[in-house]
């Protein structure tokens, strides 16, 4: 498939990566700001992984030059399908929320579109580089954002509270740091496996256990109220995008 992919941060250049790590994409066009904007002819779908205030800018200029039938497949967060086609007019539009673990073709990404084929390039693009989630409703996108694309940074935040606690409990902060990055690497690959999350929990926590007393303690602090407001704020957070705010 030809590809062009606008923008090469954080989550583009995962995306590229995955591509080229896993052979799904060869020789994607990757528009940089330091290269002139125009989609080559043959150009099948556009990938736009600029942050949302930036994105009419970005693309307005390679209208001219993006075929009639190129898919417009977005990655931002609260940009709206509907403003996606205004700005786009005649080209399907899809929207994916990836994560940028992409980059090692082990992603997650959650995928809607209104639109039948564009859903399908959508798939083409992404099954390559991550689990693919489908969604029935464009507006799920933004709980998938707050439990995909954003989760990550809240499960090393997660990770850090409890490095910083071991120091309180004795460790020095390198060896507190180390152990804490391999339980959360240790979890990714229990998360890895067809477990269910009870059942990962259960293979850890022996009854009477230290991790028993553990988890009863994050309920009592909250954890579940945490999650929620975590998800609440970026859900609330990618509405505003969509506003323009
Ligand atoms: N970073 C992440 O983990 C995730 C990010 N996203 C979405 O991906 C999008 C990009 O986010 P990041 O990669 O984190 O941001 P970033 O700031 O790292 O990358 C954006 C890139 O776009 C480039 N850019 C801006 N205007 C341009 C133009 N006119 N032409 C070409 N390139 C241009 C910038 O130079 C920059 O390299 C956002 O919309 C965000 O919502 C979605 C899921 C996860
Ligand atoms: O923080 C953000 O807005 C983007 C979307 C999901 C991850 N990063």
Known sequence: MRVTLLGHGRLGSAIAEGWRLTGAVSDPTILTRAVPPVCPPETQALVVAVKPAAWREAVAPLLATLPVDAVVVSVMAGVLADDLAAAAPGRPVARVMPTTAVAQGQGVAAIWSADEPARALAHRLFDPIADTVDLDEEAMLDAATAVAGSAPA????????????????????????????????SAGSGAGTDASLEDLIA???SPGGTTRAGLDALVDADLNGAGAAAVQAAVSRAQALARGD
């Open 154 to 185: 809240f499960f090393y935040a997660l990770a850090q509270a409890l490095a910083a606690a071991g120091v309180e409990a004795g460790l020095t902060q390198d060896a507190a740091e180390r152990l804490t990055r391999g339980a959360l690497r």
């Open 203 to 205: 293979r850890i926590a």
